[in-house]
């Protein structure tokens, strides 16, 4: 599937409402983010960028964006960039993350999941640490995720 993410993005992206129906086929895949709503904007090697709108179903009791769909957000946009920058001989698992709450989550929120180092085909297993920034209208950054990844070979059989 590493391939196949990227290339179906591609391919959707190309078309009037192909975003919206990538975002559905991840939603398929793993249904749990449906109750995020996303929307990708931007898939390649090594950078995602996803964004959930402000809705009522994402906030919590003070009316900001609730901080487990902050926690979403995050995990969905690294896997989803973990996933289309595999080599094709490894696969991938979340290992942990720490996040940080800068201020109140207003607006829309936006996404951007990249790799703090280059992913490579390895014949063991390694760490890859990911860094999700998640910013407000504003441009101002509300929540920051590390996410380790466990990366390894894919097993023979």
């Known amino acids: 599937m590493t391939a196949s993410?990227?290339?179906?993005y591609r391919r959707l992206s190309r078309w009037p409402a192909g975003r919206w129906l990538f975002s559905r086929a991840v939603c398929l895949r793993a249904p749990y983010f449906a109750t995020i709503a996303p929307r990708f904007l931007?898939?390649?090697p090594g950078r995602c960028e996803v964004q959930i709108r402000d809705r009522r179903r994402v906030h919590n009791h003070i009316g900001t964006v609730h901080a487990i769909a902050l926690f979403n957000l995050a995990e969905l946009s690294a896997g989803v960039m973990?996933?289309?920058s595999l080599p094709a001989s490894m696969r991938w698992i979340p290992k942990g993350m720490s996040v940080?709450?800068?201020?109140k989550?207003?607006?829309?929120?936006?996404?951007?999941a990249m790799p703090d180092i280059p992913i490579v085909d390895a014949a063991t297993g390694y760490d890859l640490p990911v860094t999700v920034s998640v910013r407000d209208p504003q441009g101002d950054e509300v929540f920051r995720a590390r996410i380790m990844m466990w990366l390894s070979p894919k097993s023979g059989g």
Do not use: C, D, N
């Open 5 to 8: 993410v990227l290339s179906m």
């Open 42 to 44: 931007a898939l390649e």
């Open 100 to 103: 940080e709450y800068l201020k």
């Open 105 to 112: 989550a207003r607006g829309t929120m936006h996404a951007i």
């Open 82 to 84: 973990t996933e289309a």
